[in-house]
């Protein structure tokens, strides 16, 4: 079984999703095109992994469930060791380079970098907003997971956003020192 499986029974220890919602919530640490995700939730459907119920409002949507044999896996897996993450930036290869870039350039760089963060760090406390509003303690519970991974990200937003303030600031001294030279 490939990584994304096990990742999607994870999703449903939470509760029963669609395949859209599963697609939601796996963007905060996992990315896989929708294709995938039904491929995977298929394989695990025939291996009983999950079972499967239509919606009552909308006949097309279908709801999965974690079955008892799915968390059976899940539990194995978790104690498995945990692969090195992965990391594909292009940011970080183009700003490799800033050495022969223009001070504009690397600027627009920086730039374009410091508003994706704002937009992901805005768009991670809504999550949190939506977390902070839950009061029933079997629903924070089953919400702990997920309050750790957003936690993160709105972290790693923060830090992203001093690293470019950072680095902006090398910039104008590296370009300030070049014309005193």
């Not at 995938?36 to 919606?55: F, G, H, P, R, W």
């Not at 709801?63 to 060791?81: C, D, F, R, S």
Request: glycine letters at 2%; hydrophobic letters at 35%.
């Amino acid at each position: 079984m490939n990584t994304l499986s096990y990742i999607l029974l994870c999703m449903l220890v939470r509760k029963p999703c669609t395949g859209y919602e599963l697609k939601q919530y796996l963007s905060l640490f996992w990315e896989a095109h929708h294709s995938q995700i039904y491929t995977s939730l298929a394989k695990l459907l025939k291996e009983e992994y999950v079972s499967v119920e239509n919606d009552e409002k909308h006949s097309q949507k279908k709801i999965y469930h974690l079955t008892k044999k799915g968390e059976n896996i899940v539990n194995t897996w978790i104690q498995e060791e945990t692969k090195e993450p992965s990391q594909k930036d292009e940011f970080l290869a183009k700003i490799y380079v800033a050495s022969i870039l223009d001070k504009d350039t690397v600027k627009g760089l920086l730039f374009e970098r410091k508003q994706h963060q704002l937009k992901m760090l805005k768009k991670n406390q809504a999550k949190q907003a939506q977390i902070d509003q839950l009061t029933d303690p079997e629903e924070q519970k089953k919400n702990f997971g997920r309050f750790l991974v957003i936690q993160r990200r709105i972290r790693m937003c923060e830090e992203e956003l001093r690293w470019c303030q950072w680095a902006e600031e090398q910039v104008e001294q590296l370009f300030s020192s070049k014309l005193d030279d």
